[in-house]
């Protein structure tokens, strides 16, 4: 495989056009002292004049989780989180109580292609037993697209060795599910004050993103939409310094700086999910050089 993709088992990802912020963004930080990344103190704080999260809707209103508008509650949808083309192979009762939240019909139908590239990447990559069917969807559905053929790696023995996907819409899953789990457990929208990287490659994990694993499975008690194997995640404010014995969710600030997440799906695949507010980083690079 070619310096440009990624390995994901027997799959890989197409690094594509991926990582252009987050590269930015991790070669600024890898730099830095998690203890100067984040800071409660004031002085590391942005001015902020307007609360960063916008409020839930009035109930002839609902705001889009994903969007942010606000829509009549006769136009609202449900986004499920996450898609149940990753229950095959479950009880329905699995895929009945997964977590909803409000979205427009156009954010609810533009992710549909999302969930099936993301549904097949799981499929390509299962080992265990309990996502077989996953996987048996998976080749029926690559095989019948007329690009199907074309994301197949083909070995010196003539023979598949992997798949290729895009990156980019597997990172958009994974940002569509942090934003609707972000809503489901704040009540509020994330708003965009605030920018989300995605990093599901352990072999650039830096030590700040070994650090934020380290904080959310220390401190904090995992949670599941539908079934703990299809979707267990944490979203926590990023705090330096805290200890949490009750390991329950901290309360979000005004002028929270930084939202981590990390999304577990199926056993086969997790994601760390980074929202960072806008001008953050800079702001303590441009502190840090006139020091």
């Known amino acids: 495989m070619g310096k440009g993709d990624n390995k994901t088992r027997r799959g890989k990802i197409r690094r594509g056009t991926y990582g252009v912020s987050r590269r930015h963004y991790i070669c600024k930080i890898k730099s830095m002292p998690i203890k100067d990344i984040i800071s409660n103190d004031t002085s590391n704080n942005l001015n902020i004049s307007n609360i960063a999260i916008a409020k839930r809707g009035h109930l002839s209103k609902q705001i889009c989780y994903n969007c942010g508008k606000e829509f009549d ?73 007329e690009t199907g053929k074309q994301r197949l790696s083909i070995n010196d023995l003539g023979k598949v060795s992997g798949v290729s996907f895009g990156q980019i819409p597997i990172e958009n899953f994974h940002k569509k599910n942090f934003k609707g789990l972000f809503y489901h457990q704040y009540g509020i929208i994330l708003s965009d004050d605030y920018e989300l990287y995605v990093n599901i490659n352990e072999n ?14 220390d401190l904090f008690a995992w949670k599941h939409s539908g079934h703990p194997d299809i979707l267990s995640y944490v979203i926590q404010p990023f705090r330096i310094g805290i200890s949490n014995p009750s390991r329950k969710d901290l309360t979000p600030l005004k002028n929270e700086n930084i939202f981590v997440g990390i999304l577990k799906y199926n056993k086969e695949h997790a994601a760390l999910v980074i929202a960072c507010r806008k001008g953050y980083l800079e702001n303590i690079l441009k502190q840090k050089t006139e020091k």
């Not at 549909?112 to 996953?134: C, H, L, W, Y």
């Not at 650039?204 to 499975?217: A, H, N, P, Q, R």
């Open 73 to 145: 509650i006769k136009h609202i949808t449900k986004e499920h989180i996450p898609a149940r083309n990753l229950f095959e192979g479950y009880d329905e009762k699995y895929k009945v109580n997964r977590i909803t939240v409000p979205a427009c019909s156009e954010c609810n139908g533009k992710y549909s292609p999302t969930d099936e590239e993301f549904r097949n990447m799981i499929g390509v990559i299962a080992k265990r037993e309990e996502n077989q069917k996953i996987a048996e969807k998976t080749v029926k559905s690559i095989l019948r697209k």
């Open 204 to 217: 650039d994990w830096s030590d700040f993103t070994l650090g934020i694993l380290g904080y959310i499975e």
